[in-house]
Each structure stands twice: as C-alpha cells, then as structure tokens.
C-alpha cells in the first residue's frame, strides 16, 4: 500500500497543479521512487490510494499493474486509507509507505521482509538514525531496545515504511485515522517493533528537500 492521497501543502506553488507523488527527484516521480523499491519484494499486489488531484496518478499509472484506491469525497488520513483499500489489498500483513521520501543503500522493503517475525510482531516499522537522516529537523519518533520493542520518544525517526498487521483497524469507529492508534495498541501489547536502517533517507516534504534528496542520491555529501 503506498500512500498518495495527501495535498502536499508544505510543497507550495509545486503541488498547485499537480500530487506531491508526481513531483521529480532525480528526473523520476516520488511515486516511482517508491514504486521501484516495492516491486522488488514481488508483492501479490501493489495499491496507490488517491484523493487530491488523484487523476493525475491514476494516469500516470494507467500502464502499470497497480490497483488504485480512490478516497472521496474526504481523505482518510493513513489508517482510513489502509482500511478502505483492503478489499484490494487482501487479507493478511501488508507493507505500508509513504511516498515522499527517498532511499540511498539497502531496500528498505526486503530488510523488513527478512526481519518480518509475525508470531512475535504485529507490526515491524523502519526506523532511520537521525545522522542518517538528510534535511530532517525533528527530535525522533521511537526508542528501539535492543530485542527489537518500539517505545515512543525522541530517538529514532520513522522513515514511512513498514509491515503490519491489518485486523486491528475494524475496532475503529472513526472513518478517518491515523495509524498511530494502531501503533499504541500494539506497543501496549508489547508487539511494535522497529528496524534500524543502515542508510540514507530524505524527506521530501518541503522543496528544499528536492536538492537535498538529489545529492544524496548522486552519493555527494548533504
């Protein structure tokens, strides 16, 4: 599932006319990106949810075999999204990204996959160090211990991508949410884990982080 619905507001004048998704890094969509890390785990199925602008990336995406999750008329926030796409998705764990970041080394999609251990994990998040982390200012979102458990703090930042377990989102009576309900659930139980990764990441939720994302992936230093 990659996320796509959002307006893109801290982008400004270049999300007037068109998705954050479509906007280039590297001569190459964000989508794409994002896209091109995914299939290389060969997922059963791959679905892009839409909302602002959406028929732009369904276009963009007319000759892929990718399944579009519209969201009208109001988006759904990461946790609605998700559950409204299930009925494409399938049953069972899926991964979930953002798609405004961009990756330099490891694909982050089969370090999840390798490390993925669903009778101890409902959740498996990957998280970037902030040294790893090109133009991002935050404090952190999560501690990982050294087992692998996720406790919430300034540490380590969510770098958008993960494995998850979908059954909890048919306790929500809201339509539109945050997966981070989820997230509390699970580090209640003691059952969110993290993943370091060994990296680079780059946000690119601002248009300065189009060049920052740039030279990192050209290896030059940020």
Known sequence: MLF???????????TQ?????????????????????A????????????????????????????????EAPDVLETGGGLRHALPLLGHGPVYTSNTDAVWR????????RDAWRPEDMDALLLCVPQHSAVGHKGRGDFIIAPDGHLTRGPGLIYGGVQILKTDGLAKVSEDAF????LWNDMLNAKRLFGLEYSG???????????????????????
């Not at 945050?178 to 309900?181: P, V, Y």
Request: glycine share 8%.
């Open 200 to 222: 680079q990441w780059c946000d690119v939720g601002a248009p300065e982080g189009i060049a920052l994302a740039e030279t990192m992936l050209e290896g030059r230093h940020v």
């Open 178 to 181: 945050s997966l981070n309900l």
């Open 4 to 14: 796509a619905a959002g307006f893109g507001t801290r982008m400004g004048q270049l």
């Open 17 to 37: 006319n068109r998705p954050k998704p479509l906007i280039k890094v590297a001569d190459k969509a964000l989508l794409d990106h994002s896209l091109e890390l």
């Open 105 to 112: 080394g490891p694909n982050p999609f089969e370090l999840l």
């Open 39 to 70: 299939r290389a785990v060969s997922p059963k199925r791959i679905v892009v949810n839409t909302h602002y602008l959406g028929d732009q990336i369904s276009d963009h995406l007319k000759a892929d075999d990718v399944l579009i999750s519209n």
